[in-house]
């Protein structure tokens, strides 16, 4: 059972200083120099389905700030370690869809099949013109009381449309993204509590959408038809068509985000913003959990100092950790829920 008591002993500024420090040990991120500057929206208390997805509309709102991206963190019930507790099936706040098309096709984002899969086994049902860029409901998990789904309100989601600084029929493309990313299915943990929901959000590198995103092969395999665009051969391996399609794709998702007023970084810059919190941490006599491969870019790693070390493979706490999947472990026959919020209605 929890216990209520000890948690509201937890001061929020106590919280935020451990979600600080959980980011500046994330082993994976680039971004970590902006550690100390990381908000705390306290939504602890929140109660039932309709009161989280709220707050996740808030998080969106204040996070997103027109584009003046602040790095955010909300914070629901926790629970001791161990124990299960509120949980946000989405990866992240804002995923797109991915629709199996046979053959191995796929419309969307393939890196959310079974993801959309599942909300519509939920009861989820796709617009009817489904698109490569359809919205997915928030699937909000409150223990006790099962998954209820939220449509998310077009305008709580800022997006940029994709277009080239210098080629127009990039536009043509079709290409858009949203602004913020916000992970939802990692959990906060140190001592003994776990904030197993407590979706966090910052700014973008370039990279993350521009090559990753749109460039993986398993993601929206772009690079053919950037190619194609650019005049190149696909079937030469030689002409570097996949490295040209790649460095014309960080410049228009670069050039947008810049034009549409959204907060980006490119590659180059957080590598050295690494860099000096790499030395200043140093020098504070903290040695810095680093997992290189997740750390050097995508692209021209080789270029940042930060290719040319090692890191410290310990990884300490507090943390942000991986779940399993929420519904490997649904409980059996739970589904839209109603009802009453079991840690405010009067039972212990
Ligand atoms: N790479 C993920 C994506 O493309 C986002 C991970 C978090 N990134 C960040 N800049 N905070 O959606």
């Known amino acids: 059972m929890r216990d209520m008591s000890s948690q509201a002993a937890l001061e929020a500024v106590e919280i935020r200083q451990k979600a600080r420090e959980a980011w500046r040990n994330s082993a994976r991120c680039i971004g970590r120099a902006m550690w100390e500057g990381l908000e705390l929206l306290d939504a602890r208390g929140a109660c039932g389905h309709d009161e989280i997805f709220e707050a996740c509309l808030r998080h969106l709102h204040y996070s997103t700030n027109e584009g003046r991206i602040r790095s955010t963190i909300t914070v ?33 984002d393939p890196a ?43 305008k709580s989601v800022f997006e940029v449309r994709i277009r080239h600084p210098k080629y127009e029929w990039f536009e043509k493309l079709g290409l858009r993204w949203h602004a913020l990313p916000a992970i939802a299915d990692m959990a906060l943990v140190f001592d003994d509590w776990k904030f197993s929901a407590a979706p966090f959000s910052g700014h973008y590198m370039v990279t993350e959408i521009a090559v ?25 391996r030689t002409s570097f068509w996949r490295d040209r399609a790649l460095v014309e794709l960080c410049a228009a998702v670069m050039y947008s985000f810049k034009e549409a007023g959204v907060a980006m970084v490119d590659h180059h810059t957080a590598a050295q913003q690494f860099s000096s919190f790499v030395q200043k941490e140093e020098s504070l006599g903290r040695s810095v959990p680093g997992d290189w491969s997740w750390l050097v870019p995508p692209m021209a790693g080789s270029t940042m100092d930060l290719y040319h070390r090692g890191y410290d493979p310990s990884r300490p706490e507090p943390a942000f950790k991986y779940q399993k999947a929420a519904w490997e472990q649904a409980v059996a026959g739970a589904s839209i829920a109603a009802g009453k919020c079991p840690f405010h209605s009067g039972r212990g």
């Open 112 to 154: 959310q099949l079974e993801l959309t899969r599942r909300l519509r086994d939920l009861g989820w049902t796709p617009p009817s013109q489904p698109s490569a860029f359809d919205i997915l409901p928030l699937a909000i998990e409150v223990p006790s009381l099962g998954v209820k789904l939220f449509e998310i309100p077009r």
């Open 76 to 108: 629901f019930d926790p629970v001791p370690r161990g124990q299960r507790g509120i949980r946000i099936w989405n990866s992240q706040l804002v995923r797109y869809a991915g629709y199996p098309l046979g053959d191995g096709e796929v419309l969307g």
């Open 212 to 236: 990753r995103n749109f460039g993986d092969r398993e993601r929206y395999n772009m690079l053919p038809a950037i190619a194609e665009g650019l005049g190149l051969s696909t079937r030469d």
